[in-house]
């Protein structure tokens, strides 16, 4: 009896390894359309980098690493470059703008040197001081320079140096503030009936000179009268008091 043959199926179609290839691609296709409608593009660090690519400049004065076909082509490019209006000549010196917190900086450290100057100069170093604080410039101005005991009318021995600061002031911008001082000592007037009155009226009277003999713009000024809260020393003896007695003026450090 002969043996029947088996009949063998012909394969039709991709084999079926393909089928589970093609649902792993379509997996990871639809992985990144999803991380991509998730992403979301910062439309002002694009605009930036497309401008970056525009600016000639950079392009310009940097040469490529990749060796071009005909360099002389691309020196007359630079020449040509920086003869023309597009380009300007770059310095590698740092120029501060000149509202930057340097400029600020030295603008105060010029005010301070022109002021120690001066005061060496006329020898008011024992009744004027100059110095340098996280507030700015301050200087502090003795009772004896501006002022008879307990009154609060400017004398005119100390009006040239309020001249040569409203000189100094109207070059700047910054704010000031002025501080009247007393010491512990009660006051009892009819015009200034406690310290309190008498510290911020010597502090007006300060501003008012500077504004009237300047024109000074009123609002970069502010006035405090602090009595005899804020001693310089202890008020326990005359030369300590004198000390305490005192207008502080203070150039105040631009906020950047």
């Known amino acids: 009896m002969k043996r029947r043959p088996i009949k063998r199926r012909k394969s039709s179609g991709a084999p079926k390894w393909m089928v589970t290839y093609s ?139 309020l001249n040569k600061m409203g ?3 109207m070059k700047i911008p910054n704010e000031i503030k002025v501080e009247g001082h007393t010491d512990s000592q009660p006051m009892s007037s009819f015009r200034y009936p406690s310290n309190w009155e008498l510290s911020g009226a010597r502090a007006s009277s300060v501003v008012r000179y500077l504004i009237e003999e300047n024109d000074f713009d009123k609002s970069r000024f502010t006035i405090v009268g602090y009595s005899d809260t804020k001693p310089l020393l202890p008020n326990d003896s005359d030369e300590n008091m004198e000390k305490n007695r005192r207008v502080e003026i203070v150039i105040i450090e631009s906020k950047s």
């Open 23 to 161: 649902d792993m691609i379509t997996l990871i296709l639809v992985f990144f359309i999803l991380l991509f409608s998730m992403s979301q593009i910062n439309s002002v660090k694009f605009e930036v980098v497309s401008e970056s690519f525009k600016n000639r400049m950079i392009f310009d004065f940097y040469p490529s690493s990749v060796p071009m076909e005909s360099p002389a082509e691309t020196n007359n490019k630079l020449d040509n470059g920086r003869n023309s209006n597009e380009i300007e000549n770059p310095s590698s010196e740092f120029k501060p703008f000149p509202n930057s917190p340097r400029k600020k900086e030295d603008t105060l450290n010029n005010l301070m040197t022109e002021v120690e100057q001066y005061l060496a100069k006329n020898d008011l170093n024992n009744v004027i001081s100059a110095s340098r604080s996280e507030r700015g410039v301050v200087l502090v101005l003795q009772e004896l320079i501006l002022f008879n005991s307990g009154e609060a009318k400017i004398l005119s021995s100390g009006k040239p140096f």
């Open 167 to 169: 000189s100094l002031l």
